[in-house]
């Protein structure tokens, strides 16, 4: 079993800054990929950014410039720094982990969502 546990969304104004975290936990063996999704309120989930085992990011065009994707391997912890937030970032946040199991299985992996609500 794998666990996936995001933190750090909040409410900010716009022009702010916010840190997520996104700690795996659990039966891993490695972790390929790892990413940043969000979902508005009545909308599609979408890709915000991922960055893989070797450490290549890619990013919606929508945030090129104002996040930046990390990550921490022995930590088994991805980031997203946001800054220059806008109203339209709002949103709830989710991790995403392609994951080989101690098992052997590859299997991809969400967390629960860290909402980030950014105030005009």
């Known amino acids: 079993q794998v666990q996936l546990v995001e933190s750090g969304g909040g409410l900010v104004q716009a022009g702010g800054s916010l840190r997520l975290s996104c700690a795996a936990s659990?039966?891993?063996?490695?972790?390929?990929?790892m990413g940043w999704y969000r979902q508005a309120p009545g909308k599609q989930r979408r890709l915000v950014a991922t960055?893989?085992?070797?450490?290549?990011?890619n990013y919606a065009d929508s945030v090129k410039g104002r996040f930046t994707i990390s990550r921490d391997n022995a930590k088994n912890t991805v980031y997203l720094q946001m800054n220059s937030l806008k109203p339209e970032d709002t949103a709830v946040y989710y991790c995403?982990?392609?994951?080989?199991?101690?098992?052997?299985?590859?299997?991809?992996?969400w967390g629960k969502g860290t909402l980030v609500t950014v105030s005009s």
């Open positions: 960055i893989n085992s070797g450490g290549s990011t």
């Open positions: 659990g039966s891993i063996f490695s972790i390929n990929a």
């Open positions: 995403n982990a392609g994951v080989v199991t101690t098992s052997s299985y590859a299997m991809n992996y």
